[in-house]
């Protein structure tokens, strides 16, 4: 059976190097193990439960009355609690933080009244769900291996196996826990130590609020501002200092299309925008790591500057199709990789210049980062007349985005910057000169003068969301009349019946401007970008109703994905989204500065 569960249904937990997705019955659908790239051992999400899963749930027969969930207060902690005919019981879920250990994906039931039977089902593959494990248990430890992966589950509850599944039945009582931990582990090494899933609670909560109380941000909508943080830092692999997209791949953008794309890697773009957002919300260490992060990806060849890499820097992403798998609601191919690596997008180098920037201005001190800067800029100069793929990735025709090019207007302006500030040396005169050439060439041929709004390309008539980002950057002040006249073309043209906005137009059945076929959802980073336009153009009332309405797309534990089906209402796209998060800081910070600006209470 095909994947029935919308996508807001599922929860986060991570150990920053990896992460899971829970629906709401108990049952994991996706990890990958033991990083955020590797073959998912649970992989239902994409196939059906012949592809891996665990579920821990009330049994069949407990008449269930009622579900909810939670995060703990300032935590990446799951608790569902179902109430029943004859009891309420919980399930607290988990991934402890690790340095040099092996990743565990902890699951304690809690009787909290009455008497409750539990079901335990756990059914490990291994490559996404194509390779059947050798299963052999001992006392309370089973073992599951195939090839250089073990999986070993511990637990106080009896198992037994049937149907190639591991399962539990138990009956909880008020007060009494039964704990579950998997932990993968390379399956030449000696088996793992015996985990203790207490102490591991206690140390994943005191990790979670310590790092939380970091935070900078006191001003309106601090709960959704915070949540959003959190799932950024859980999307951070730590080891490197990789931000990966999402941790999912091949959710649809388009259900039934083939819209779909391995998030699982590090883009340029996504990780500095992350970083700019953090380092506005007081977590400074994330970008220094970040940095050492760019600067061994990047290497000695700054002219072979991906827009993607692996997780440690990987540069070799080939993406591929995993014929086994139907897909979320049958949306195929299900693609592992991503060709998009070997793309050119002149925009990230902006973007890349930008995060430099913002760290300078956080008081992080001068560093390699900053020659490395300079170097890309010595590239910029001899490429940025190019056309390219933009930063939508199009699998069409190159062409001359008007959002790259502003973009590499960003890099090189804040490059001068740098160098008017005597850090590093470089052609100053030569790269301001170079500043207003690109900035002319903008404007005189990528602005449409009768419809008054900038385009998607030199010479074309569609829109782009990406032109919201004008004033946001500092190309033109917000309130040049041109920058008014994307905002309102954008408005009526490209937003969505319910006013979310579109990244551009696509084509239905027929092959659209990005070469692909299909529609897809609203894009939300880019309503977040509409947003933080309204607000600095005055319209805050406009903007703060945009982005409650955005809030409240967010699933009951604060979570987005990447796009938004108006037809259907419900998120589409790979969950939870960095960009949508980094859209809900964002734009949380330019309306409290907005409200100051004016005196409205927030």
């Known amino acids: 059976m095909l994947a029935t569960r919308r996508i807001e249904d599922f929860a986060l937990v991570s150990d920053m190097q990896t992460a899971a997705l829970i629906g709401r019955d108990g049952t994991v659908e996706w990890a990958c193990l033991p990083r955020f790239d590797s073959p998912a051992i649970f992989a239902n999400l994409l196939g059906d439960e012949s592809n891996g899963f665990w579920r821990v749930s009330p049994a069949v027969d407990a008449n269930l009355v009622s579900t909810d969930r939670h995060y703990r207060e300032d935590t990446l902690v799951l608790e569902t609690r179902w109430v029943t005919t004859s009891g309420i019981v919980k399930v607290i879920d988990f991934m402890p933080p690790r340095e040099d250990g092996s990743p565990q994906l902890v699951r304690i039931v809690e009787g909290v009244s009455g008497r409750v039977p539990m079901a335990s089902r756990l059914r490990m593959r291994m490559d996404y769900g194509s390779v059947v494990p050798w299963v052999e248990t001992w006392g309370e430890r089973t073992q599951a291996v195939a090839g250089p992966n073990s999986l070993w589950l511990d637990t106080t509850a009896p198992t037994y196996g049937e149907a190639l599944t591991t399962c539990s039945d ?3 009582t008020e007060g009494e826990r039964v704990t579950f931990t998997l932990t993968w582990h390379p399956s030449h090494q000696a088996p793992p130590a015996l985990p203790d899933a207490e102490e591991a609670l206690q140390a994943t909560e005191k990790f979670w609020t ?7 941000y006191d001003g309106p909508y601090r709960e959704a501002v915070v949540r959003s943080l959190i799932t950024l830092k859980a999307l951070t692999y ?15 953008e388009d259900l039934g299309g083939e819209r779909n794309w391995d998030y699982r890697f590090c883009w340029l773009r996504d990780a500095a925008i992350t970083l700019s957002s953090l380092l506005r919300t007081g977590y400074r260490s994330e970008a220094r790591d970040w940095a050492g992060w760019l600067l061994r990806a990047v290497a000695g060849d700054p002219e072979k500057l991906q827009i993607m890499y692996g997780i440690a820097g990987e540069r070799q992403l080939p993406e591929s199709e995993l014929d086994w798998l139907g897909g979320y609601e049958a949306s195929r191919p299900v693609r592992i990789g991503n060709d998009a690596a070997g793309q050119l997008q002149l925009d990230v180098y902006g973007e890349v210049a930008e995060t ?10 001068a560093g390699p980062a900053d020659h490395l800067q300079v170097k890309l800029i010595h590239f910029l100069e001899k490429h940025w007349m190019e056309p390219d793929d933009g930063i939508w990735e199009s699998r069409g025709p190159r062409r001359h985005y008007v959002h790259s090019k502003v973009m590499a207007w960003v890099a090189v302006d804040r490059t001068v910057q740098l160098l008017e500030s005597g850090a590093v040396d470089g052609p100053l005169e030569r790269w301001k000169a170079l500043r207003e050439t690109i900035h002319r060439d903008v404007c005189e041929r990528g602005f ?3 419809r008054r709004t900038f385009t998607q390309s030199y010479g074309s008539q569609e829109l782009d969301a990406a032109t919201l980002l004008i004033p946001q950057v500092g190309f033109l002040p917000p309130d040049d009349p041109r920058v008014i006249g994307t905002i309102e073309a954008i408005q009526r043209e490209l937003t969505t019946p319910d006013g ?8 239905g059945d027929k092959v659209g401007i990005d070469g692909l076929s299909g529609d897809e959802g609203a894009f939300l980073a880019c309503s977040f970008w509409l947003a933080d336009d309204l607000a600095m153009i005055g319209r805050i009332d406009e903007a703060r109703e945009l982005f409650e309405r955005l809030l409240e797309l967010r699933n009951d534990l604060g979570l987005l994905a990447e796009e938004w089906d108006s037809k259907r209402k419900r998120l589409v796209g790979n969950f939870p989204q960095a960009f949508s998060h980094v859209g809900v800081l964002d734009t949380a910070l330019t309306l409290s500065r907005a409200f100051a600006s004016v005196g409205v209470p927030a």
């Open 448 to 450: 449409d003068p009768e």
């Open 238 to 252: 730590a080891p490197t200092g990789g931000i990966v997209a999402a941790p999912t791949t091949s959710l649809p």
């Open 500 to 507: 979310f906005v579109m990244r551009y137009p696509t084509a």
């Open 170 to 172: 138990v009956t909880v």
């Open 210 to 216: 310590a790092w939380v109380s970091h935070c900078t």
């Open 356 to 365: 430099l920037h913002r760290a300078r201005q956080a008081g992080l001190p």
